[in-house]
């Protein structure tokens, strides 16, 4: 139901999730777990996952983490990609959604990523056969501004070479990115939250912002232009991906800041004062859901959250154990949406 007012969102997903693991994932699991019916959980721990047995293993720290919740809310597990055998494959399909690509050093615990892609061929060619999907974080290691748009060329091969491969770019900030989404049926995206807002002079335009610092960097603003117009008008291949990546509060204020932007616990609310700040409230439902339950054919627990223009502070800080301090997007501010109990 939706109204100037109020909409109520059915199965929400978050289709891009950090939540990493032991005191952080205690910390944050509950922020997402709480208020979505499920989430692609992106797999660059330490080490990375790598086998079903490290993916099974995670996934059940992530429900116990997840508490009162768990049982309405579906963890979409990856494996970080590496050379997979048919059989590894085989075996780890059962429990998993999709394949998260990295190339080498492009971001957080990307050590592990790939250095070349043609060396990636087989384990790409079996995925196509198998029809597991392709997660891209579609980078180079360019010039900062450019490390998207130079990846671009690369999209283009892997949708042409692999035409049954369902790939999608993650958290893309471009409009090239938007504009190419159109030229290839087997490419899908997800945007975070934080990239329909910000530009690059929100991070870094005054007194540098740590707490908004991430990559793909936010660019400029015909890029969040572009990519808020085809958010709000639903684009079918477009999906909500946060790319919500807790760092402690050290790790993120100081020399040599960790690439990341906590955004899960005023995803929705944020989302939905977006969408109502330009009429397009009616368009929520696809973005954060019906988009990706449509193109993955997911099912998800049958849950729904309800939203209402209704003041709520975000929180300064996210507290958890021992001395462990998450400071999420929006830190202190007054959103005009939240969460109805
Ligand atoms: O800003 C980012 N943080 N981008 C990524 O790709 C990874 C993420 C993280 O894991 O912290
Ligand atoms: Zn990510």
Redesign the pocket.
């Known amino acids: 139901m939706t109204s100037p007012d109020s909409i109520t969102l059915h199965r929400p997903l978050d289709m891009h999730l950090?939540l990493r693991d032991g005191d952080m994932l205690r910390l944050v699991a509950p922020h997402s777990a709480s208020n979505l019916a499920g989430a692609v959980i992106?797999p660059?721990l330490v080490p990375p996952l790598t086998s079903v047995e490290m993916l099974t293993a995670y996934r059940g720290r992530i429900l116990a983490a997840a508490g009162p919740h768990a049982a309405s809310f579906q963890p979409l597990m990856t494996l970080f990609f590496q050379h997979y055998t048919e059989a590894a494959l085989a075996a780890a399909q059962p429990h998993l959604f999709a394949i998260k690509l990295y190339p080498h050093g492009v971001?957080?615990?990307s050590d592990s990523g790939i250095h070349s892609i043609d060396a990636a061929e087989p384990t790409l060619k079996l995925m196509e056969a198998m029809g597991i999907p392709l997660l891209v974080?579609g980078e180079t290691t360019g010039f900062v501004l450019d490390r998207e748009a130079e990846f671009l060329s690369i999209y283009g091969r892997l949708a042409t070479r692999f035409p049954r491969l369902r790939i999608v770019m993650e958290h893309i900030t471009t409009a090239a990115a938007v504009a190419l989404l159109d030229r290839f049926e087997n490419l899908h995206a997800t945007v975070t939250g934080h990239h329909l807002v910000i530009t690059l002079d929100d991070v870094a335009g005054g007194l540098l912002q740590p707490h908004l610092f991430?990559?793909p960097i936010a660019k400029r603003p015909e890029d969040r232009d572009a990519l808020l117009a085809a958010a709000l008008a639903a684009h079918p291949r477009l999906m909500l991906g946060s790319?919500s990546?807790p760092?402690p509060q050290h790790a993120k204020e100081c020399c040599g800041c960790?690439?990341?932007v906590y955004t899960a616990p005023l995803l929705l609310p944020r989302m939905a004062q977006l969408f109502a700040e330009h009429g397009a409230l009616e368009n929520l439902q696809a973005f954060v859901s019906d988009n990706a339950i449509r193109i993955h054919g997911l099912n998800p627990p049958d849950k729904s959250v309800t939203l209402a223009r209704q003041p709520w502070t975000v929180p300064s800080a996210y507290e958890g154990d021992p001395g462990l301090k998450v400071i999420p997007w929006e830190a202190g501010r007054e959103l005009l949406w939240s969460i109805q109990a």
Do not use: P, R
Request: glycine share 6%; aromatic share 0%.
């Open positions: 950090h992106m660059n971001t957080t615990n974080h991430c990559k790319d990546a760092h960790a690439a990341g």
